[in-house]
């Protein structure tokens, strides 16, 4: 198969915008489309290579295998290993069990199927573990264990039908797909069965299942059209674009640019071939490596930059992913690939089976180990142990916190009595009604949240679609007419919102309720369980001082002046937490008062709850 630059200028079409959503960056909310580009990319490639060794009579598949471990063990392994003595100075022990669990998983290739029984990969949760984007080589590892001898089998018994039966897997894998996301989006996003599809459709325009573009302008047209169709994608879709819109309009828009450059020249593929394009292409798998383990330990527990602020932080990963992928690219992927290129197949799967399994091996001394507990002092143990404490499972069986649309049951949730409150917001104001819940069971607290969501009106330019069905359904369709007597507004405030708040409090005031806002927790710059622990670990009260931001106090003092001016009832959790010129850390004497940055524990929000009260 001849090589064709504009794949690999491709590939960095692909990656960017998957490193710059993981790191946070807006105008890239879509980038996790990228993994579908990649399976696109790796099913044409794969079968191209395959089938031209068929025909060529030297195909084995031990050699196959050999060609696949020496392209992606090497870089994984060093990342594998960089990782896991990164986590040993940063991760606490309970984070450490659960990452020498996926250690595991990733060196065996089933990591997609060992995230796929934990958090979503868009949870708050995901943002913890190092190794959550090895899923996608796990899905690739199984395809190609699975793809070759397909290939093999349909060449020897039915040629002829082999696009044909390939076509008809790629639909079932796709309709599958679809309909498992409706009632199980996590498998239906990481099982290798329901992404079949992506790279079998990359292998049918490796085969030429789709024929050959004639004309220049045909050609650039298609591929113009995938071309933007993936960029639309990466910066228009979001963490709620249904499953089927967020994986067909990239999957075809990649496989329109190749197609139409497998046919003739295109001005699509003459742009991808740039140098500086085709270069990122080249380390991509590299830059998708390392990018994420970087963000996860800046992001978590500020290992490379201790209190750089959020936007600093995010240009810093970014740029130190590009600069360790070149050397992993340089030093790593070439020198394998091109030195062991020649050696027979099976000291290579030995040196790969090796590696695996000592893997396995340092993944079990981690679990044995207690997750290296001994590197904390019981008391930092325990409070770290709430790192996971986040109560998510309670507020999703509630059925008001609408992750999706879909999952919303106002039915169910919303069945106002006299005298009902409302607690309306993002994920702050749902564990803020937890707490209310518990402290308060002889009232009607009812609950309308969701991930993100803003409680405001006419707010559609800013909101996410849930937020905005989500909003529009309650000041539109459910206040209206309702026993409530009060709203409580709740949410993480940024400055922008603070100044959209007048008309919100403008219509609650027209509908007749009453309206209660509440201010921001004092946040922090890394998990506060994490702070403690460090603090009781290093003898270092003054890290937690260190760690808390500024932003917080501000937020709420602004928020405070402006429902002074408006004659709004208005609760600082600032000032309940900060009370006598020190601020609270535990709930209870031994549980913290957040699980992260900014969320309440359980504990938490019922400690906040009896101080703050209910009219």
């Not at 992506?198 to 085969?207: I, P, Q, R, T, V």
């Not at 240009?315 to 290129?341: M, Q």
């Not at 007419?481 to 708040?501: D, H, T, Y």
């Amino acid at each position: 198969m001849r090589y064709r630059p504009d794949i690999d200028g491709l590939r960095s079409i692909a990656v960017v915008p998957v490193v710059l959503y993981h790191a946070h960056f807006y105008f890239m909310r879509g980038g996790y489309v990228g993994v579908d580009v990649f399976f696109v990319i790796s099913g044409y490639l794969i079968t191209g290579m395959i089938a031209a060794d068929i025909e060529a009579g030297r195909f084995s598949i031990a050699g196959f295998y050999k060609r696949r471990v020496l392209r992606i063990f090497p870089a994984l392994f060093a990342m594998l290993l960089a990782t896991a003595v990164g986590a040993c100075f940063v991760l606490t022990p309970p984070e450490m069990k659960d990452f020498a669990w996926s250690l595991a998983a990733a060196a065996t290739s089933v990591s997609n199927i060992f995230f796929a029984g934990q958090s979503g990969y868009f949870d708050a949760p995901a943002l913890s573990k190092p190794l959550l984007h090895t899923w996608s080589l796990g899905v690739e590892e199984q395809f190609y264990l699975v793809f070759p001898l397909f290939l093999v089998t349909a060449q020897r018994l039915a040629p002829h039908r082999m696009k044909a039966a390939l076509a008809l897997l790629s639909t079932l894998s796709l309709a599958a797909g679809a309909w498992v996301s409706l009632s199980h989006p996590i498998q239906a996003f990481y099982w290798m069965p329901f992404r079949f599809w992506e790279l079998s459709l990359g292998a049918l325009g490796a085969l030429g299942a789709f024929g050959k573009i004639e004309g220049a302008a045909p050609r650039n047209f298609l591929s113009a059209a995938g071309l933007v169709a993936i960029l639309v994608a990466a910066s228009r879709f979001d963490d709620n674009t249904p499953w089927l819109f967020a994986t067909t309009l990239p999957v075809f828009g990649a496989l329109a640019v190749m197609v139409a450059g497998a046919s003739g020249a295109t001005f699509v593929g003459r742009l991808l071939s740039l140098r500086p394009i085709v270069f990122v292409g080249l380390i991509s798998y590299s830059f998708y490596l390392w990018h994420w383990p970087l963000i996860v330990f800046q992001h978590e527990t500020g290992a490379l930059l201790l209190n750089a602020p959020h936007k600093l932080g995010r240009y810093i990963v970014v740029a130190l992913s590009f600069g360790v992928a070149v050397l992993s690219w340089r030093f790593i992927e070439t020198p394998f690939r091109r030195g062991l290129a020649l050696k027979p197949p099976r000291p290579v799967l030995q040196g790969a089976a090796a590696a695996m399994a000592a893997s396995v091996a340092a993944a079990w001394g981690l679990l044995a180990s207690d997750g290296l507990a001994r590197r904390y002092p019981p008391e930092a143990a325990a409070v770290a142990a709430f790192l996971n404490d986040s109560g998510n499972d309670r507020i999703r069986r509630h059925g008001c916190f609408a992750e999706s649309w879909r999952q919303f049951e106002p039915e169910a949730c919303l069945a106002a009595k006299p005298g009902a409150i409302l607690v309306l917001g993002d994920s702050h104001a749902a564990r803020l009604w937890m707490g209310l819940s518990d402290v308060y069971p002889d009232r009607t607290l009812l609950l309308a949240a969701g991930p993100g969501c803003k409680p405001l009106v006419n707010d559609a330019a800013f909101a996410s679609p849930v937020c905005r069905s989500l909003m529009g359904f309650v000041f539109d369709d459910y206040l209206p007419g309702r026993p409530v007597v009060r709203v409580i507004l709740q949410a993480r405030w940024s400055a922008a919102e603070i100044s959209r708040l007048p008309a919100t409090l403008a219509r609650l005031k027209d509908l007749g309720i009453a309206t209660t806002v509440v201010g921001p927790v004092v946040e922090y710059d890394v998990a506060l369980p994490r702070l403690i622990a460090e603090s009781i670990r290093l003898d270092d009260p003054k890290r937690i001082e260190d760690g808390r931001t500024a932003a917080s106090f501000a937020r709420d003092r602004a928020m405070a002046a402006k429902m002074a001016e408006l004659g709004v009832d208005y609760v600082s959790l600032v000032d309940l937490i900060c009370a006598d010129g020190a601020c609270a850390l535990y709930a209870d004497g031994v549980t913290p008062l957040l699980f992260d940055r900014d969320h309440l524990t359980e504990a938490g929000a019922r400690f906040l709850a009896r101080k703050m009260g209910l009219p």
